[in-house]
């Protein structure tokens, strides 16, 4: 059974700096990885999706990098502001798989 | 907006009430998905329909949970006799694609209190 873990769970840094989200899943047999965010009491909105053979995705101050034989991703926010607190969840979708399996998120805080 | 919409957006029940939610995909989408959230955890995979056909069922979902997608439109999500540990968040989303996996586009929920 597919298991998603985000690291850390929480996170809280001054405006400004430059930070780094954790993935990682337990089976390698994965069709992509997608990063979402969620404001509290919200849905998710998409913001980067790797197919397996990529090796990483950018938009805008956000990368994601994929390593699937180690079945790890980071999410890097690059000059991270206050609007950017939010939850950040990780989700993969197995091979022949349709649905997403997520992981419990990170909590995201940055402070002005 | 062309987005995914959910309603009601809040439903506060008492235990042992039947609720019903509602979800209108992205036009032209032909899958639709349902998922449950729960505080501080990610969201967890109900059910998903292909057109009109429901292809897959979590474990999760229990003979009080039913799910409908008539015409292959808009979906339907029944919980029958609701019990506390059913408080959640109900997230729907949807894709457009036919063997292989697209993107999903999630709707804003329906967050569920059961008294």
């Known amino acids: 059974k597919q298991e998603v873990t985000q690291i850390p769970a929480a996170l809280s840094v001054p405006e400004g700096e430059n930070l780094v989200l954790n993935c990682s899943f337990t089976?390698?047999?994965?069709?992509?990885l997608q990063w979402f965010r969620q404001d509290p009491g919200k849905g998710l909105t998409s913001l980067l999706l790797?197919?397996?053979?990529?090796r990483e995705q950018t938009s805008g101050r956000l990368n994601a990098s994929l390593d699937k034989s180690s079945g790890r991703s980071t999410l890097y926010i690059a000059a991270s502001q206050p609007g950017d607190s939010a939850t950040y969840l990780c989700?993969?979708?197995?091979?022949?798989?349709?649905?997403?399996?997520f992981g419990a998120g990170t909590i995201l805080r940055v402070k002005s | 907006d062309t987005g995914v919409s959910q309603d009601p957006r809040h439903k506060i029940t008492k235990r042992g009430q039947n609720v019903t939610f509602r979800c209108d995909p992205i036009s032209e989408h032909n899958r639709l998905y349902w998922y449950r959230q729960t505080l501080g955890q990610g969201p967890e995979f109900l059910t998903y329909f292909q057109n009109e056909a429901q292809l897959e069922k979590s474990r999760l979902l229990s003979d009080r949970f039913s799910a409908e997608r008539p015409k292959g439109s808009f979906s339907t999500l029944e919980i029958q006799r609701t019990e506390q540990g059913d408080s959640a968040m109900y997230l729907c989303?949807?894709?457009?694609?036919?063997?292989?996996?697209?993107?999903?586009?999630f709707g804003p929920g329906t967050r569920l209190t059961v008294l």
């Open positions: 089976d390698s047999a994965i069709y992509n």
């Open positions: 790797i197919q397996s053979s990529q």
């Open positions: 989303a949807s894709s457009m694609g036919q063997s292989s996996y697209n993107e999903q586009f």
């Open positions: 989700a993969v979708v197995e091979l022949y798989g349709n649905k997403l399996v």
